[in-house]
């Protein structure tokens, strides 16, 4: 779990209380297990019928074992199960089901949180192996489990010993339907039928050893010094462990502790429990404890012991059948008493004191510090004691004298305070060690002099981030919208990660430091530490210190350096990935140095950028075409456009979102404002030469259209601030060409617009031409036709004028689906007046517009005896020059390029002589 501990807060914390001569080692767990470790399970299992999907029995337990833990944590915590794939052979889900949080857990039963659904039951079937994983809210694994050796979810760097408990079951019988830990909440996995064993649904289950709650491994007893004086307390730290070593959750048993010797007293340094007797007077060395929960199951008591001799510490907690013991702690009547510098930083000199304390019945007071002691210059052997870290690390000098494991002369100036000496321990590197000092003289006493401090954790003054390049680009450090670039988002860039030493130009304050770097000062120019290497986090400050500010910080992936990937005390990692446009402030830090609890690292506030997209995601919306002969929808009639007639977008225009993509096919939020460079020219676009898949009457080529974009262009894009941008298609021109190819039956348009790229200011851009394709109009091809007529003088004469269409049976009838879309008026005939008394009849168009495809042209009678002829001509090129046809024989360039004419006669007709009036009928 990434913790994020500004440097100018952190408070070096003294380790005193630490020893490596505790019989309890830490164990490292893996960077990818949770702090909740031990604190939770998985504890039960139930599936009512294991050949069925869901079933309302079924259920999934978790036991909260750390009942200190708030619910506004674990509500965060998701589970997941996954089963093996059996291709549905069993009318079960294969696959893997949500994650679902301990939210929608039942807690009336806490500490245990049980799920009643049969949509998840689907997911674990006994007769064909499952696992289920525990995460944290920051997605790190809490507990796990694996049925008959299926381990989909298992996370390679928390598993097994890693763990806190059992994580693999083997196969449940046939019948079986009930699994569960045992003992419950901590054991191992068992599995029964229910019948065998009562399913124990929010409550502790009856398996062997019964009860639930975590379960005590062992004691971790630390004494602050192995070399003790008789005079002076030496404070013991005592901790429940479980096997993990981690503190026992919610601990509240009582211990009994004894001394070997039956020696010594005991009181209360840190802790909220009870001991027992208090205050301990009667030497001899036993007392109880009973620790509380706030204790957290970790005390510090002082042992006392006026004895000179070797004792061992023995803690049993006798209810839970575990006891421990301490390593051999000497207590003798002259010893050293050593006092570290509580700032323990590598290249920083450490201010130690060494006092001799002596304990002598015959002076009063008995126990105090010689005066007597050689107050000039002593000859003295030092030694470190390493306890198997880091031996390979540059050893700490004393006066310029290198301390090693092999005792080593030194002198000290007991003069200025006699019985007391000052010195520096001087590092070059990071160590763990505890320093002894003797004096083998036997000069003072008659016996050798021996004092030892704690353990002495030497960290490194901070962590260095140094070399952040991409490709061959250094990081810019570019914090402005227009700055230089650094990289794509999500693309891969490397940093080197060292730990450095201390610098007194970097830490000013009080002459040697306070150990924390000065404002305005960094760590990278800083020596490296030649040992450090420690599981350290490179992540991204989620509060501020990111571009743009009014964005989100991203994602810093593959920013887990382990121990094992430094060398020299440096570490590279090429893999990092950050996912957001803009930049951020990239911060190391390493917690719990060489195992000490508050011995955390950090390092220095480092912008990183600019990143841009690293490609652009496409979702259109294809629009529509709009008829040009469009009806009342109560007249049902159909919608239409004619071929040659040119046609528009319809009320939804096609439109496309632009998403502004990292490298890891992730969209990214913060392309937006000044920061998205997209805008109205960056779009090219390629219109339509033909239809999809409309051949002409040749049957061999496609329908021909002319495409015309709209003069203004494509506008600005709509910034909707959140990583997209939207553009909406002009007002483009479509028409489907009336050419020699084009007197085919009605017909959908099938069209697509290509747009060939989006591409940026910086020249991001799509992977892709993609297209739309609006929805479609109804093309027919249409023409007038017209018809001679003719009668008396006398009768006004009624010449047909219809829209027709090619149909598909190939033949042409009147457009009865054209209601007033096409609109021949009077003017815009031409007239030819061929009458014996010309302009003595009226020509006017009679419909106008059409109804049901009629129009119609009526011509007025001229009068008695005027006979003769009129021409009738509409002149449809501007009025629907797409309804023009070849009427005449002369096939040209453009073979629909006729306009309909017809004949009126007045007078003249031939027949029965008895007729007095003849018509000639459409046809």
Known sequence: MKRLIHKYLLIPISLALLSIMSSSVYAAVGDECSIYLGQASLNEFFKDNTTQANDPNDFVEVEILDTSIDPVIYSDWTIQICEFDDKGKKNDDDGCSLEINLSSFDDTTFPWLVLNDGSIGSYYNFSTGFDAILLDGSGLVID????????????????????????QASTPGASDKFMFRDPDGTGDWNSTPSAAEVPTEGSTNNGAGGGGGPQLNHFSITPTTVNASTCLANAVTIIAELANNNPVPNYTNQVQITVSTGHGNWSISNADGVLAPDPDTDDNGAVSYTFVPTDLA?????FSNTHAEDVIITVSDTAEGVASSSVL??????????????????GRPQSMTVEMWTDDAAASPSCAIDTNYNSNAQSLQASIDRAGVLLG???????????????????????ATPGSATFDLNTTDVGQYALTLEDTTLVHSSSIITGTSSLLTVRPFGLAVTNIIAGITLNPMTVTAIGTKFTTAGSDFSATVAGVLWSAADDTEGGVGDGVLDLGSRYDDNAVAPS??????????????????????????????LEAEFAGGSA??????????GSFTLQALATAYLGVLGADIVGDDIIVGRFIPAYFDIAVTNGEFANTCVQDPLLMLTPFTYVGESFFYGAIYPSFIVSAMNALDDPTLNYKGAWGKLDASSVSVTGPVADNTQLGSDLLTLMAITYTTDIVGFAAPTDNANGTFTYVFPNDEFLYNRDANSEISEFDSDIDITVTTVIDQEGISTTAPFTLTPNPVHLRF????????????????????????YDLSGTYVINSDDNDCTNVATGD??????LSTPATSAVTVTISPTLLGDQGVTLTAPGAGIDGSIIVTPNLTVVADWLRYEWDTTVGVDPFDDNPSATATFGIYSGNDVNIYQIQTFQ
């Open 329 to 346: 702690i000497n207590f003798s009547r002259n010893a050293f008493i050593i006092t570290e510098d509580p700032i323990q930083i590598a």
């Open 144 to 167: 796990y489990l694996s049925v008959d050796g299926f381990n989909d979810q298992e996370v390679a760097d928390c598993t097994g010993d890693e763990l806190a408990f059992d994580s």
């Open 782 to 805: 249409g023409r007038i036709k017209m018809s001679n007529v003719h009668g008396s003088e006398l009768i006004d004469l009624a010449m047909p004028m219809f829209v027709e269409y």
């Open 532 to 561: 450090y290497a420690w599981d350290t986090d490179l992540f991204a400050l989620t509060t501020g210190g990111f571009t743009p500010a009014t964005g989100i910080v991203g994602t810093l992936n593959n920013g887990d350096l």
């Open 298 to 302: 970790e005390i510090v008591l002082n």
């Open 829 to 834: 005939l031409v007239i030819t007046d061929n």
């Open 393 to 415: 690390a540059a050893s700490p000098t004393i006066n310029g004298t290198s301390i090693s494991a092999a005792p080593a002369g030194i002198t000290l100036d007991f003069s």
């Open 572 to 581: 590279t990692v090429n893999d990092l990935q950050y996912t957001e446009v």
